[in-house]
């Protein structure tokens, strides 16, 4: 069955690493995939042609365009993943999560205690699955079709001549699956607009959403139900009502769905080299000294940190970046930890070093950008702001297909109370189309659009944002798009816009907005926000 939920997308995934960082990281590149791990070359290469050959048929079933290369990077086990992410990581297994500024995954190279079936290919391949779902969808999607999507695509097998087939069980969700308090097919349906009572409830969209989903799409007993089920709710957000009129007596369903787990047999899906094309080429190369100096600070920067992690790893980068004053990315990665840290003059003297290097780099200016912006706020000094935007332009002539200096400059105007002109509008919808799977792209473009007065382009561009897969439940976009279904009036809505905050969205004036969330696989019992 082919839906057609994906258009053209780019963007890079960065990844994080926690303990000491390793002498002997490889790095593979191929067309559509970057990965980075401390593992034989021989390994690392069959990964990556993995990888390719998976990202072949994501694109064929789902009708997906073609999008920029993927970064992903593979730490040495579940206590790295666990430990990387902090507190409140305890069952993570993988993470994944999406803004302008790129696309972060994490998943181990082993997972130890885990049973065979659930392995680290089956995390990796149900979170890009999610990278896919979620590229330039302008549709609802609800979060049991999410995860159950992601864990039917998961289980893919690569055959020896490129070949994937699709459809396998997951034995490892056996017991939430023939569990006494399996989620009726109506409790799924309400699941993104009545909160589960707790993240082990939670995990229903994973085991009866792959059970729904599997049925929906590879059993042929209700063809074309699905495509019917998602258009219907798109019209009404109404998902019992649009249940009902599609999949008819629900409970008729729910006892169809009973036996189908029981059969313990499903139908599967091969897509053979002619139809996804053959494994790519992948090159292999070893990280610099300076690389793998850095790679633990780097990418702890890349995932996130807090006011209060921020100040202590620039503390543990420095010195290790000053050993590497004439290494392009170290000094990269030492601007974008400098500025988190708010040491504005650190970042900016760092990023001066790399454009020494490389007067082409786009994050040396991105950062010499956010540095001036900082300055014009402190001073609100309007000079400051149109030397920020100036830098802002400069990356985007650098490279026009990335998200970040589009957001950057749209988000400049209004930090300094303007109201951003035609051009930045329009960059900001190019970065939408660029980075479909950031939430908060698609609630800054949603406001946009509401201001122009096109209420029906304003719900598109939201509406992947209303549905959270791993939401406990109903978000603020899903509010705004609720609202939108009682009225249409664009001053109403930008009022409710305003109450959920979302008029003040942005990067250098952030407040605390919902929705924001990454998506990633559970380990075992619980799910975090953007951790799986």
Do not use: C
């Not at 790095?27 to 993995?50: C, I, K, N, Q, Y």
């Not at 065979?116 to 549709?139: C, G, K, Q, S």
């Not at 490279?399 to 051009?423: C, I, K, R, V």
């Not at 939201?462 to 609202?483: R, Y």
């Amino acid at each position: 069955m082919k839906f057609s939920i994906l258009k053209a997308a780019a963007a890079f995934i960065a990844v994080l690493v926690s303990g000491p960082a390793h002498a002997e990281w490889l790095e593979a590149t191929s067309p559509h995939f970057t990965v980075v791990g401390d593992m034989s070359e021989r390994e690392l290469r069959e990964r990556t042609v993995a990888l390719e050959q998976y990202d072949a048929m994501l694109r064929y079933v789902l009708n997906a365009e073609e999008a920029v290369p993927v970064t992903v990077f593979i730490v040495s086990g579940l206590g790295a993943v666990q430990d990387a992410l902090g507190s409140g990581a305890r069952n993570a297994a993988g993470f994944y999560s999406a803004t302008a500024q790129g696309a972060n995954a994490v998943v181990p190279e082993r997972l130890g205690y885990y049973r065979e079936d659930f392995n680290p290919r089956v995390v990796l391949f149900h979170e890009y699955a999610h990278h896919m779902l979620l590229t330039n969808v302008e549709i609802f999607m609800p979060g049991w079709a999410q995860e159950g999507l992601a864990e039917m695509f998961a289980t893919a097998k690569i055959e020896d001549d490129g070949g994937v087939v699709i459809g396998d069980k997951n034995d490892s969700r056996a017991d939430e699956m023939f569990g006494a308090h399996r989620w009726s097919v109506e409790r799924m349906l309400l699941s993104d607009f009545e909160p589960p009572k707790n993240p082990y409830d939670n995990i229903e969209k994973y085991s009866r959403g792959w059970a729904l989903a599997h049925y929906l799409w590879m059993s042929g007993e209700r063809p074309n139900q699905y495509g019917e089920f998602i258009a219907e709710l798109n019209r009404t957000v109404d998902p019992v009502a649009s249940g009902k009129k599609v999949f008819g007596d629900l409970d008729r369903l729910d006892s169809e769905l009973d036996r189908y787990i029981r059969m313990h047999k499903y139908k599967l899906a091969r897509f053979g080299p002619e139809l996804i094309g053959k494994p790519a080429e992948v090159a292999i190369r070893r990280l610099s000294e300076g690389e793998a100096a850095m790679l633990d600070y780097r990418m702890t920067s890349t995932l996130g940190v807090t006011g209060e992690t921020a100040g202590p790893l620039a503390a543990k980068a420095r010195p290790v970046a000053a050993r590497f004053p004439d290494s392009v990315p170290v000094q990269t990665w030492l601007a974008e930890i400098e500025y988190d840290a708010k040491n504005y003059d650190a970042a900016a003297a760092a990023a001066d070093r790399v454009l020494a290097m490389d007067p082409q780099s786009l994050f040396a200016m991105v950062y010499k950008g956010r540095v001036a912006m900082q300055r014009a706020l402190a001073a609100q000094e309007p000079a400051l702001a149109k030397e920020a935007r100036r830098w802002f332009l400069k990356a985007n002539r650098i490279d026009p297909d990335h998200a970040l200096p589009f957001m950057l400059y749209y988000d400049s105007f209004g930090a300094m109370g303007q109201t951003p002109p035609s051009d930045a509008v329009t960059g900001l919808y190019r970065a939408v189309t660029l980075v479909p799977q950031d939430t908060t792209l698609r609630i800054r473009a949603a406001v946009a659009l509401l201001r122009e007065g096109d209420v029906e382009s304003a719900r598109r561009i939201i509406a992947p944002a209303a549905f959270a897969a791993e939401s406990l439940g109903e978000n603020s976009a899903l509010q705004l798009v609720k609202t939108m279904q009682e009225t249409l009036d664009p001053e109403a809505l930008l009022a409710k816009a305003a109450e959920l905050k979302f008029d003040r969205l942005n990067e250098f004036v952030l407040p605390e907005v919902d929705g924001e969330e990454a998506s990633g696989e559970d380990g075992e019992s619980g799910e975090g926000e953007g951790q799986s």
